[in-house]
């Protein structure tokens, strides 16, 4: 809350940020330098090999005696001793602010609060959930059971604020629940997870003095001998099995028929690892006229509604269901009697509220605080997009990668921890409203509850802003311009980039984005101000060129240009940005070709180019790009060297589906022998998921080609499964020709 120490921590992450661009320069110059060597060895053809500088601490190498032996430019040399004197400076400024402890060096930040929770409940206060306290209450009374000996487990799972402790306070406190049980016990649980102190609560007064986990479970154990029992637990975090497993033994093996166990928590991992998802509730939003008995019941108490009605069911559409944000904010309007102070609550961002931000956004905190470092990155980086809007799970991921908020691990691909990290935040409830695949359990579009939204929003209003166009002179914009690493632009009517981002000065932008916009030109100079971008996305834009300036980003790694109807060609430059590592082109239909150094895109890992109707070829340098991992269409043959031949596929590791176009009458056939298909149709035993091929020969006078791509397909369907569950389609007719490998299923393991 200091703001001295404000600035202090604002300077140290810029400082952080011009570290990692340095670094990245540097490692981009060895990347160059490796390129420009294959190309003066004249073999445009040969495989780059990537060599990447690793470090294992920023403090080893930002020493000037090891820099002079290793830094190749003499420029980034400069840059390195100049963040090495800011460095000192700021090492010599934390004195001021006693960071020192006596035990650790480093005084830990003070966290949230964990509020203790009881089993009381105000029943005239709670408005909705009539159906989930059905639900719960028949699981409570009925005899049937799937676990142990009686022992049935019900998790209520959802975000912070949503109300299941209130939820489980209805159950816990109805007559019939409390008839049928011999003994109830409510115990908060909370963080971290301590079996002792979870044993002495529910055996109460007559527990021992002694804090032996055995002699305390012991006693557990007598003091629930025969008894049908219903325990609560509230506000479970942990989600280590070896936790649980101790304190479960006991209380399946003891107690009468039809006990009971009720977990609040806001991670599915729990219910997971207490094997209970069979009956677990997901509590979500309460629905607006429910929202507003809350909202009016603490805001008006006995005063007349009637002059504020319509505001007040303005404000409670900012709740988005949350029943902790209508309590929130029908509290902060008990005292305003003022129709101008009811507008000013409605017409401010929730987040400017101060008892929104104590109250709704605390138990989010508590969420937020539990992330590891690398999560929290992924979490905020979702504050670039609008509300409301539904992002697809492997863009995120690759726009994490971009920024390198996630890392590879071992042997395992940078996607393969972002699958982790996605998994992790929806588990959570921090993501909402799934839509899967229709063949398997994978969650492909989700988004943010809008509250969440707000509250990422909240964290990084410093660093990520969203400007809609006629907003631009703002006084947020303004003061936040050079810290703004995150920018995203909505509605800019036809016309130019707008070169605001330039008067703002936003250099350090890492991220620029535009969403339902009409951009049509890009200023050169301004694409020459941000030297810091690593994600470009203007899909959906009508664009006429790419300006030959973007191959200056060297830190560039995610661009997509998808739908840009208007754009013919790429830039040549576009292929010096050594660290590029998506590229969308989806459905640019008036794009002709490719530029014919690609294959100086090393760190390409997904190139995208279906729906480009005009993209009779491929240069041959894609074959080169080892690094390449996805390319959902693949258009082979021609009559010129220089263009790719299905051959030229044999270097690429690919992955994911892929759609062959074969063009022309010059593919021979040795060229399918070259593309050693039955070493690319591959079965990933971690996700079980195959690979797919499809392919469409257009303008050719036979299907030989497809012929022997098909009896690769057949030998190695037959070869994975004899029950012909797999279908591989082909027609042959007139000028087309396709071949079709579609709904590929893993065999049962």
């Given at each position: ?725 797999s279908m591989l389609g082909m027609n042959i007719g007139g000028d087309d020709c396709n071949l079709i490998c579609r709904g590929w299923v893993a065999p049962r393991l």
């Amino acid at each position: 809350t200091d703001p001295a120490v404000k600035i202090w921590l604002d300077e140290l992450k810029d400082i952080s940020y011009q570290m990692v661009d340095v670094l990245d320069e540097w490692n981009t110059n060895i990347l160059k330098q490796q390129v420009e060597k294959q190309e003066r060895e004249g073999d445009p053809n040969a495989l780059v090999t990537k060599k990447k500088v690793r470090f294992s601490s920023f403090s080893r190498y930002f020493c000037l005696g090891k820099v002079s032996r290793v830094i190749l430019r003499h420029d980034i040399a400069l840059k390195i001793k100049d963040l090495n004197d800011k460095l000192t400076e700021i090492y010599e400024e934390r004195k001021k602010y006693q960071f020192l402890s006596k035990e650790l060096g480093i005084q830990q930040p003070q966290q949230p609060q964990r509020p203790q929770t009881a089993s009381f409940v105000d029943i005239s206060e709670i408005f909705g959930r009539e159906n989930e306290k059905k639900v719960l209450i028949t699981n409570l009374l009925s005899d049937s059971s799937a676990e142990g000996k009686g022992l049935l487990i019900i998790p209520i799972v959802g975000m912070g604020g949503m109300g299941k402790t209130t939820l489980t306070q209805l159950a816990y406190n109805d007559d019939r629940v409390k008839t049928h049980f011999d003994l109830r016990k409510w115990v908060c649980v909370s963080d971290p997870f301590d079996e002792i102190k979870i044993a002495k609560a529910i055996i109460g007064q007559n527990a021992p003095n002694s804090n032996e986990l055995d002699e305390v479970l012991q006693c557990m154990s007598t003091s629930i001998q025969g008894k049908r029992f219903l325990l609560v637990l509230d506000d479970v975090w942990t989600d280590d099995p070896k936790k649980w497993e101790q304190l479960k033994v006991p209380l399946i093996q003891n107690g009468a028929k039809g006990n009971r166990i009720l977990v609040t928590t806001r991670k599915h991992e729990v219910a997971k690892m207490m094997r209970a998802t069979r009956n677990m509730i997901n509590l979500g939003e309460l629905n607006d006229e429910c929202c507003l008995s809350i909202f009016n019941h603490m805001a008006f108490s006995d005063r007349d509604v009637h002059e504020f009605g319509d505001v007040s069911k303005e404000i409670v559409k900012k709740c988005k269901g949350l029943p902790l944000a209508a309590k929130t904010l029908g509290s902060l309007m008990q005292n305003k009697t003022k129709m101008g102070e009811w507008k000013e609550v409605l017409n401010s961002k929730i987040w400017d509220l101060e008892k929104v931000e104590q109250e709704v956004f605390q138990p989010l905190f508590l969420s937020y605080n539990d992330l590891a470092p690398t999560i929290k990155c992924c979490l905020l980086y979702c504050a670039t997009f609008p509300k409301d809007y539904k992002f697809k799970r492997d863009d995120l991921i690759k726009l994490w990668m971009a920024q390198d908020y996630v890392i590879s691990k071992g042997n395992k691909e940078k996607g393969t921890t972002g699958d982790a990290v996605f998994d992790n935040l929806m588990a959570r409830s921090f993501f909402q409203d799934f839509e899967k695949d229709l063949d398997t359990v994978t969650i492909r579009r989700c988004k943010m509850h809008d509250i969440v939204h707000d509250f990422v929003q909240f964290l990084t209003k410093n660093e990520c802003l969203i400007i809609d166009h006629g907003e631009e002179t703002t006084s947020e914009s303004k003061v936040f311009g050079d810290k703004v690493r995150h920018l995203t632009l909505r509605y800019v009517p036809e016309g130019p980039l707008p070169l605001f981002i330039s008067s703002y000065d936003c250099k350090n932008l890492r991220t620029l984005a535009t969403f339902n916009s009409r951009i049509t030109t890009i200023d050169p100079n301004l694409i020459l101000q941000l030297k810091c971008l690593r994600t470009l996305n203007l899909s959906l834009n009508p664009i006429k060129e790419l300006p030959k300036e973007i191959g200056e980003l060297i830190h560039l790694r995610h661009i997509d240009l998808s739908f840009n109807h208007i754009l013919k060609k790429l830039p040549d430059t576009i292929c010096g940005l050594y660290n590029l590592s998506t590229l969308r082109l989806v459905c640019c239909s008036n794009l002709t070709k490719l530029p014919e150094n690609m294959g100086n895109l090393i760190n390409l890992k997904h190139l995208y180019v279906d729906g480009c109707g005009l993209l009779k070829s491929f240069p041959k340098v894609i074959g080169r790009l080892t690094s390449l991992q996805t390319l959902d269409v693949c258009s082979c043959g021609g009559d010129k060297d220089e263009e790719f031949q299905i051959g030229d596929l044999r270097n690429l590791n690919l992955e994911g589906s892929l759609k062959i176009q074969l063009r022309g009458d010059a593919t021979d056939k040795s060229e399918v022998e070259k593309a050693q298909f039955d070493e690319m149709i591959t079965y990933d035993e971690e996700v079980h998921r195959r690979n797919m091929i499809s392919g469409e020969m257009v303008w050719a006078r036979d299907g030989w080609v497809l012929l022997e791509i098909a009896q690769v397909c057949r030998r190695w369907l037959s070869y994975r499964r004899g029950d012909g569950g797999s279908m591989l389609g082909m027609n042959i007719g007139g000028d087309d020709c396709n071949l079709i490998c579609r709904g590929w299923v893993a065999p049962r393991l």
